[in-house]
């Protein structure tokens, strides 16, 4: 199993020195992947935990050139507001800067007065995000000029370099835990990207569609909330309680299927995130080293 880190890019208290920290803390302390979180323009009645959000992509431009090894992710792109020729070209420029580093999570987003904002048709999003996944895995696809004619985008003789560094583009994994967001990762993702889905659910998701996988690479990557501080619900996907409860709910997920973990540490403080950091890289990191 892997795991990757939430960076604190939103709520009341997010600033640049907290990102960057938190940042550069995962990589010194061998995470695999820092993440940041997706929105542009949520009306007000959708922001109360995500009105203050750094932007996505231009966040990991920069903490490209902060780090060095570390894979910079986004969880999650909201693919179908957005010109996916645009998306192609930012991504690819830094997959380019990065040697290689980048991985995409997109999904169709949830807040029709966002949409309005951005002056996008909501009730269409689901159509448009197929096509618009056909257009990124065509434009990563290498050559010097690319066209398409589709009901929702079509260009001629684009040029689009320079082209990602990782051949074919980075990962791209399908985000949302319903069962047609599972399907369209299927279709056309490298991984499913569930987010606070429980171990069974997971599993039972899965149960289902395990011969369309196969044996292809396909990563399955869950979100979740961790917690030493808290007592653990069984009911509840994210990870709380002690070392031990959380070796547990780790191994659950694991037998699930589970292969990717992304942390959102529910720190109080920056001093907080970074301890609690510390304590699952000592405590728990070691197990899975070991093929637990």
């Given at each position: 199993?892997?795991?990757?880190?939430?960076?604190?890019?939103?709520?009341?208290?997010?600033?640049?020195?907290?990102?960057?920290?938190?940042?550069l803390a995962a990589e010194r302390l061998g995470f695999d992947s820092v993440w940041v979180t997706d929105h542009l323009a949520l009306p007000k009645e959708d922001a109360v935990r995500m009105g203050h959000i750094f932007e996505a992509i231009t966040t990991l431009s920069f903490l490209a050139a902060r780090t060095k090894r570390v894979q910079l992710g986004i969880s999650t792109l909201v693919?179908?507001?957005?010109?996916?020729?645009?998306?192609?070209?930012?991504?690819?420029?830094?997959?380019?800067?990065?040697?290689?580093?980048?991985?995409?999570?997109?999904?169709?987003?949830?807040?029709?007065?966002?949409?309005?904002?951005?002056?996008?048709?909501?009730?269409?999003?689901?159509?448009?995000?197929?096509?618009?996944?056909?257009?990124?895995?065509?434009?990563?696809?290498?050559?010097?000029?690319?066209?398409?004619?589709?009901?929702?985008?079509?260009?001629?003789?684009?040029?689009?370099?320079?082209?990602?560094?990782?051949?074919?583009?980075?990962?791209?994994?399908?985000?949302?835990?319903?069962?047609?967001?599972?399907?369209?990762?299927?279709?056309?993702?490298?991984?499913?990207?569930?987010?606070?889905?429980?171990?069974?659910?997971?599993?039972?998701?899965?149960?289902?569609?395990?011969?369309?996988?196969?044996?292809?690479?396909?990563?399955?990557?869950?979100?979740?909330?961790?917690?030493?501080?808290?007592?653990?619900?069984?009911?509840?996907?994210?990870?709380?309680?002690?070392?031990?409860?959380?070796?547990?709910?780790?191994?659950?997920?694991?037998?699930?299927?589970?292969?990717?973990?992304?942390?959102?540490?529910?720190?109080?403080?920056?001093?907080?995130?970074?301890?609690?950091?510390?304590?699952?890289?000592?405590?728990?990191?070691?197990?899975?080293?070991?093929?637990?």
């Open positions: 199993m892997r795991f990757g880190i939430i960076l604190p890019t939103f709520g009341a208290g997010a600033a640049p020195q907290m990102i960057i920290d938190t940042a693919l179908p507001q957005r010109n996916p020729v645009e998306v192609a070209k930012e991504i690819a420029t830094l997959d380019a800067l990065s040697d290689g580093r980048v991985i995409m999570t997109a999904a169709i987003g949830w807040s029709a007065g966002e949409y309005a904002n951005l002056g996008q048709n909501f009730n269409n999003r689901a159509r448009r995000m197929g096509e618009a996944l056909k257009v990124l895995r065509l434009l990563w696809s290498g050559g010097e000029t690319f066209s398409f004619q589709g009901k929702y985008y079509h260009f001629e003789q684009a040029v689009i370099s320079p082209q990602p560094v990782q051949s074919g583009g980075p990962p791209l994994w399908l985000a949302g835990n319903s069962p047609p967001a599972l399907k369209r990762a299927l279709d056309f993702g490298d991984g499913w990207h569930p987010t606070a889905l429980t171990a069974n659910l997971v599993a039972e998701r899965l149960s289902s569609v395990r011969p369309l996988i196969g044996t292809r690479p396909f990563t399955i990557c869950n979100r979740l909330h961790i917690d030493f501080s808290a007592q653990p619900d069984p009911q509840v996907a994210h990870l709380y309680g002690t070392f031990d409860q959380i070796r547990e709910q780790l191994q659950a997920h694991g037998s699930a299927g589970v292969n990717y973990v992304i942390l959102d540490f529910q720190a109080r403080t920056q001093t907080e995130r970074i301890r609690s950091m510390k304590a699952f890289q000592k405590e728990i990191m070691p197990d899975w080293d070991q093929g637990i």
